[in-house]
């Protein structure tokens, strides 16, 4: 899985929501709780080349802070970047 995985997916047409499903739940051992998607796409969005809001600080649902580049890349969001979100 990984990466192409996830990109045939959004090459596809599926929803942000239903594609960041299956990138939390397949892509991760141990899979990541769905309560992460609006922290993700909140992320996504900051980290959008129109946005470059890397540093902007995204409130997780396990009650930690991280700044929208860094729950991108521990996430491998990369793939949902420079897309429509």
């Given at each position: 899985?990984?990466?192409?995985?996830?990109?045939?997916?959004?090459?596809q047409g599926v929803s942000i929501d239903e594609?960041?499903?299956?990138?939390l739940q397949c892509n991760h051992y141990?899979?990541?709780?769905?309560?992460?998607?609006?922290a993700c796409k909140?992320?996504?969005?900051?980290?959008?080349p129109w946005n470059?809001?890397?540093d902007r600080v995204i409130k997780?649902?396990?009650g930690k802070e991280l700044s929208a580049s860094a729950v991108v890349e521990g996430l491998h969001l990369d793939s949902f970047l420079e897309m429509d979100s």
């Open positions: 899985m990984g990466r192409q995985y996830i990109d045939g997916f959004l090459e594609a960041l499903k299956i990138q141990p899979p990541v709780h769905l309560d992460f998607i609006p909140e992320a996504i969005e900051a980290c959008q470059e809001e890397y997780l649902p396990n």
